[in-house]
């Protein structure tokens, strides 16, 4: 099945700065790369995803880059806000189960 | 809002006991996921039905189940009940299978005490 690792596992920064949450992959079967982020108490919602014939995407201030060579994608956040706040995660799938694991909790301070 | 239903909201119930968690795609999907979130366990991934059929299966406890009924619906019925089994359990659905965006429900918070 799809091992994935995602780290870190908390990440704290400043209001303004950058972000960066990065997820490396062992099962290249899947060609789709999403990232979602889970608010305290709410529902994980999909908020940038990418193709692997793609090699970065970009969303106002949320990209995603991929290198398949590497096996890993990234999810990079710049000028942080305190709305930015939240649990996001990787998921990968093998097959139809789609992982989710434990997240990165991002905190971003003022 | 996901277009994704799951009723009831919150539920509270004694050890030992059995519960129905129910769950409506969004209009057009096929896929249903099901996930259970406690603290310190993120999101675990328990089984998907496709089009009414098993799909996959994660780390569901003999003591659940599911099943998807022929108008997409999906329940999840948790039984003998334990004070572990406290958390929160999404529904998501997705057109297709794990390949598509999936789109999760708002949740079903069950607090067994």
């Known amino acids: 099945g799809e091992n994935v690792e995602q780290h870190p596992s908390t990440l704290s920064v400043q209001e303004g700065d950058s972000a960066v949450i990065e997820c490396t992959y062992s099962?290249?079967?899947?060609?789709?790369f999403p990232w979602y982020k889970q608010e305290l108490g709410k529902r994980p919602q999909l908020i940038i995803d990418?193709?692997?014939?793609?090699g970065e995407k970009k969303d106002q201030r949320i990209a995603v880059t991929l290198n398949k060579t590497a096996k890993h994608f990234s999810l990079h956040i710049t000028e942080t806000q305190p709305e930015d706040s939240a649990v996001y995660f990787c998921p990968r799938g093998g097959g139809n189960k789609l992982t989710f694991g434990t997240g990165t909790q991002l905190k971003v301070e003022l | 809002d996901s277009g994704v239903t799951q009723t009831p909201k919150h539920l509270i119930t004694a050890t030992g006991q059995r519960v129905t968690l129910r769950c409506s795609p969004r209009?057009?999907?096929?896929?249903v996921y099901w996930y259970q979130q406690s603290l310190d366990q993120g999101l675990q991934f328990l089984i998907q039905?496709?089009?009414?059929?098993?799909?996959a299966k994660g780390n569901i406890l003999e003591r659940f189940s599911a099943q998807q009924f022929p108008d997409l619906h999906s329940e999840l019925n948790l039984s003998s009940l334990e004070l572990g089994d406290s958390a929160l359990y999404f529904c998501a659905s997705s057109a297709q299978g794990a390949g598509n965006t999936i789109y999760f429900g708002e949740g079903s918070w069950l607090t067994v005490v």
């Open positions: 039905y496709y089009n009414g059929e098993e799909r």
């Open positions: 209009s057009g999907d096929l896929s």
């Open positions: 990418i193709r692997s014939n793609v």
């Open positions: 099962d290249s079967a899947s060609n789709y």
